[in-house]
């Protein structure tokens, strides 16, 4: 099966900092997918992305669907404690609605 | 809304034994997915019903995985007999996928499994 490519694949920044983080395809998606793992549980979806070029926020997190349909954004602003886990990128192609998924950017926040 | 339920929540087996897994997707939910996910990597697609029927079990070990969706609600996974590196978080995810819904999945939990 396909895997996305996210970079980078660890972040150490301080409380405060803006974040910046990518997801990368060789294949052409319609929807991306933005979810946070904390240690211990499920993914739990942030933003979802339909359309190329589309730009979503969710509280201090914006996403955006490349204008390639190959590639996806995610930016945290003003990061806290709480923003610490694992980001993943999932994409699908819409056929049969199989998401792939990308290989996780780590954060850490340091207070 | 009650999300996605999973049971149990950690699983420790001996290589070659048995396990299942149970999932409950969200109520109404017609796509239910399993996914493995390995320390330090994604999750990946392992099988997809849609209501009962199965959508796509292309990535799934069928010597010694099998999933079932009897009813279109409840599905369980099951690994027999176990090998070391089926040690891993098993995920369950659901979405509603009707006509004109854009397929967002949402998680279980998780079922932790480690095999010695």
């Known amino acids: 099966g396909q895997q996305l490519n996210q970079s980078p694949q660890s972040m150490f920044i301080q409380e405060g900092e803006d974040v910046s983080m990518n997801c990368t395809s060789s294949?052409?998606?319609?929807?991306w997918l933005w979810y946070k793992q904390d240690p211990g549980e499920g993914p739990v979806l942030l933003i979802a992305?339909?359309?190329?070029?589309e730009l979503t926020s969710n509280g201090r997190l914006t996403a955006q669907f490349g204008i390639t349909r190959k590639d996806s954004f995610l930016n945290i602003s003003a990061s806290i404690p709480s923003d610490v886990g694992i980001y993943f990128c999932a994409g699908s192609s819409n056929t049969g609605n199989q998401f792939y998924f990308g290989t996780g950017t780590s954060l850490t926040v340091i207070p | 809304e009650a999300g996605v339920a999973q049971s149990p929540r950690y699983k420790i087996i001996e290589k070659r034994q048995s396990v299942a897994f149970w999932c409950n997707p969200i109520?109404?939910?017609?796509?239910l997915y399993w996914y493995q996910q390995i320390l330090g990597q994604g999750p990946k697609l392992l099988i997809q019903?849609?209501?009962?029927?199965?959508?796509?079990d292309s990535q799934l070990p069928k010597d010694r995985f099998s999933a079932e969706r009897l009813k279109g609600v409840d599905s369980t996974l099951k690994i027999q007999p176990a090998k070391l590196e089926d040690s891993a978080v098993y995920l369950c995810?659901?979405?509603?996928?009707?006509?004109?819904?854009?397929?967002?999945?949402?998680f279980g939990p998780g079922t932790r499994l480690t095999v010695t």
């Open positions: 992305l339909y359309k190329a070029g």
């Open positions: 109520s109404g939910h017609a796509t």
């Open positions: 019903f849609q209501n009962n029927g199965v959508v796509d």
């Open positions: 294949s052409i998606f319609n929807t």
């Open positions: 995810a659901s979405s509603l996928n009707l006509v004109g819904h854009r397929g967002e999945q949402y």
